[in-house]
């Protein structure tokens, strides 16, 4: 009830009773008539009543919600999970195809993934980021890293902050530039190094608010006392999309700091995504020479870089040149002919001719594969049967 | 949302008049909604009666318009009385009202009895 419905009552009242006085009330009433029409017509003239109907209109539909519970209470579910639903995909697509990493060029970042018995993995080896970092003629820069969770600040207020490992070339092959201080670099990620670390923009100012003097500074991590070098751009906060790391670390640190388990950095856990830019020039298929690395993953592989392949290392086939009655090379290896014979014919033709015209004999020392649909980007979902094989996928399209 | 004219009707039949009216009956001072229907009606001589349920709108009409205003006063007995009186422009609003019911009666009678202007 407004104040102004209490006067129109107010004033009806006075009517009445100065009509009772007049002819009693009884006579008063009949003559005035039905006072909640009267009111109503009356409220119409304030020029305000399809607003206050619409308030009138909601709270009549919220009477009629409490009215019944079971009804509203699937509404309002459905409503919340339709709309919940539809937020948290778009955020995923936001992040996953709208948003670029806040780097440079992201558009040539690429993924290294492996095929192993047929199933991709995105996950190496600290020897395998190390080795594959070393081919400085496929990749311009390369690095790995993984989130962690870190234990920062003395033992009685320790304060679990969300991170990642990297490795030295993390922040140059990004292509970022430090706000303060230096980013980690090549020289934090080798053994014995002083543990590092780099914080982000934005730890460093709801940690620090933004004290230019937090360079240099030594700070408590898994209890072990480690300095801050630098912080990162503002915008930045870690590789993995959707996976904030506010402070990383050199992989070659998980010596200091968790003593006992210097096994994440042998042969064994694969636990390291890698993000990689190709050479300018290098496309995502190139497919000759090969490149051996040193006793790395599971076993010794063969890095066939341009090939894109991970061949396992047996004695004989660095030294099996291409039969040279198959000169595509079909023979050796059964993918391209079970990719046409299920109807990729065209992938292969297409790929052919380039390929042809790099066929020098001097270079026909490793096996190839006529393997096509490696030039696409569907590699990753086509070739499915190839084992020890590298992909490289686009971290933006 | 329904729209809803139950007195609209009524209202708009007399709008003219009843105004007219209205604005006639404060013309000699301030009165409530009341008694200004029962001026009306004793001026009339009984014969026209103001419904109630015409009444208050219009009164709230013409408040809307700033033709009259509305005063809240706390009588001898402590009660609350509003009363309404002419603006300026309601002044303005009753001569032009006057001078078109003269026209519209002069018209109404030419048109029913157009003998006795002939004559």
Redesign the interface.
Same mark, same amino acid.
Request: net charge negative.
């Given at each position: 009830m407004s104040r102004r419905d209490d $006067?129109?009552d $107010?004033?009806?009242r006075?009517?009445l009773?100065?009509?009772a006085e007049?002819r009693g009330e009884e006579s008063a009433r009949r003559?005035? /008539?039905?006072v909640a029409?009267?009111k109503?017509?009356?409220r119409?003239?304030? /020029?305000w009543t399809?607003l206050e109907?619409?308030a009138q $209109?909601l709270r009549y539909a919220f009477r009629g919600m409490r009215r019944s519970p079971a009804f509203t209470l699937t509404a309002v579910l459905s409503l919340a999970l339709g709309i919940g639903a539809n937020t948290a995909i778009f955020t995923l697509i936001d992040a996953l195809l709208l948003r670029s990493l806040p780097v440079h060029d992201p558009q040539r970042l690429i993924q290294v993934i492996i095929y192993q018995n047929g199933k991709p993995s995105d996950s190496f080896s600290y020897p395998v980021v190390r080795a594959l970092a070393d081919q400085k003629e496929l990749f311009s820069a390369l690095a790995g890293f993984s989130g962690a969770r870190f234990n920062i600040g003395s033992a009685d207020s320790v304060e679990r902050t969300p991170g990642a490992w990297v490795s030295g070339e993390y922040y140059q092959m990004l292509g970022l530039q430090p706000v303060l201080g230096r980013l980690i670099a090549p020289a934090d990620d080798k053994a014995g190094a002083t543990p590092v670390a780099v914080i982000t923009d934005d730890y460093w100012r709801r940690r620090f608010a933004r004290d230019p003097h937090v360079v240099g500074r030594t700070i408590l991590i898994e209890n072990v006392p480690v300095t801050l070098v630098g912080v990162s751009p503002p915008g930045f906060s870690g590789a993995n999309v959707g996976e904030v790391a506010e402070i990383t670390l050199p992989l070659s640190s998980n010596t200091q700091l968790f003593p006992e388990m210097t096994g994440r950095l042998t042969a064994g856990p694969q636990w390291l995504r890698i993000l990689a830019r190709p050479r300018p020039g290098l496309s995502m298929c190139r497919r000759e020479s090969a490149h051996a690395t040193p006793d790395t993953q599971s076993a010794a592989h063969v890095y066939s870089g341009r090939d894109t392949r991970l061949h396992r290392l047996d004695p004989s086939s660095q030294s099996i040149p291409a039969p040279a009655a198959d000169p595509d090379g079909v023979g050796r290896d059964g993918v391209a002919h079970r990719l046409r014979q299920r109807g990729e014919s065209t992938a292969r033709s297409r790929a052919s001719p380039a390929a042809r015209n790099r066929d020098s004999p001097s270079r026909r020392r490793v096996p190839r594969t006529r393997d096509p649909t490696i030039a696409d980007r569907k590699c990753a979902a086509r070739v499915h049967r190839g084992d020890g094989r590298l992909c490289f996928r686009r971290v933006h399209k | 949302m329904l729209k809803r004219e139950p007195y609209r009707n009524r209202i708009e039949l007399l709008q003219g008049t009843l105004d007219l009216l209205i604005l006639q009956t404060l013309q000699w001072g301030p009165q409530h909604g009341y008694s200004i229907s029962q001026a009306i009606r004793a001026n009339s001589g009984d014969v026209l009666q103001v419904d109630t349920g015409s009444l208050y709108p219009a009164l709230h009409r013409l408040e809307r318009k700033r033709w009259i205003a509305a005063k809240w006063e706390v009588s001898e007995n402590r009660q609350r009385t509003k009363t309404y009186r002419l603006t300026h422009a309601g002044k303005k609003q009753l001569l032009s009202e006057h001078s078109r019911w003269k026209r519209l009666v002069e018209a109404m009678a030419g048109a029913l009895n157009p003998r006795s202007k002939q004559a």
């Open positions: $006067d129109l $107010d004033e009806i006075q009517h009773r100065m009509a007049d003559e005035f /008539g039905n029409l009267i109503e017509v009356t119409e003239m304030w /020029g399809s109907r619409f $209109d | -």
